[in-house]
């Protein structure tokens, strides 16, 4: 491979530092809650769905695409399987509709197969790179998270599906995903190379749509304060019990 080859996954994130950094500013404020949640959880996997959905369809319409095949890779299965286990095995019934969110983004991704699938691959690469990434950590954290609650108060997060590439370890996924996409620059054209650079900022807008639509945050924003209150009114009961004297003169 040549050096353009060789430097391109770089090219790629450099030029997405900016919007990616905003991503993950959001993946935290919005994804973290899926860290004590399994609802908003779900709901994270439900806006990603489809999105991945679409792309693997694109990788078997398009042999062009069919370059960046990983072998353990492909999640739509996993999402389906963690899916039908948070949100019940007819969560794809008749009344099954992608919110508005998710239509404009699977719309971008149509309007892009359209007019050159190449461009697709932007998408491909960054979405399982995230999967391989940070998607590893949310799943070792929310691991952590079950082990500090009482049995029977989480579903399993070791059983996840979505992030779990056994018997392939993530950082090979990794490499193996990165040499793919160098080898696939590697045959296109400099003009091509700098579309797919300006098309991965746009991987990342279209994420941050998705993940703006996570529902359930605030609820459980909520229920966590009113937790925190009610632990607060409990220690201060007990103080004024244990202590009467100071408690009176506090008052």
Request: net charge positive.
């Amino acid at each position: 491979m040549g050096d353009i080859a060789l430097s391109f996954c770089k090219q790629m994130r450099t030029a997405t530092r900016d919007v990616h950094a905003v991503s993950d500013a959001l993946v935290n404020a919005k994804l973290a809650f899926a860290l004590s949640d399994n609802t908003v959880w779900a709901d994270g996997l439900l806006v990603f769905y489809e999105v991945f959905r679409f792309l693997e369809g694109a990788m078997d319409r398009h042999s062009v695409l069919a370059q960046l095949e990983v072998p353990g890779l492909r999640r739509r299965e996993a999402f389906e399987r963690d899916l039908a286990r948070y949100l019940g095995e007819g969560w794809c019934g008749p009344n099954y509709q992608p919110r508005a969110s998710v239509a404009t983004y699977i719309h971008h991704l149509e309007k892009l197969e359209k007019e050159d699938p190449v461009l697709l691959s932007a998408y491909i690469y960054h979405l399982y790179m995230g999967l391989l990434s940070g998607g590893q950590i949310l799943r070792r954290k929310r691991a952590f998270r079950e082990k500090l609650l009482p049995a029977g108060w989480w579903h399993d997060a070791d059983s996840d599906s979505v992030t779990d590439f056994h018997p392939q370890k993530p950082s090979a996924l990794k490499k193996m995903l990165a040499t793919a996409m160098e080898e696939f620059a590697n045959g296109l054209t400099a003009d091509m190379r700098e579309k797919l650079i300006v098309e991965s900022k746009n991987v990342f807008r279209m994420n941050n749509l998705i993940i703006r639509s996570v529902k359930g945050t605030t609820q459980v924003f909520l229920k966590k304060c009113v937790y925190a209150a009610t632990f607060l009114f409990l220690i201060v009961l007990l103080y004024l019990y244990l202590f009467p004297r100071q408690g009176l003169q506090l008052k």
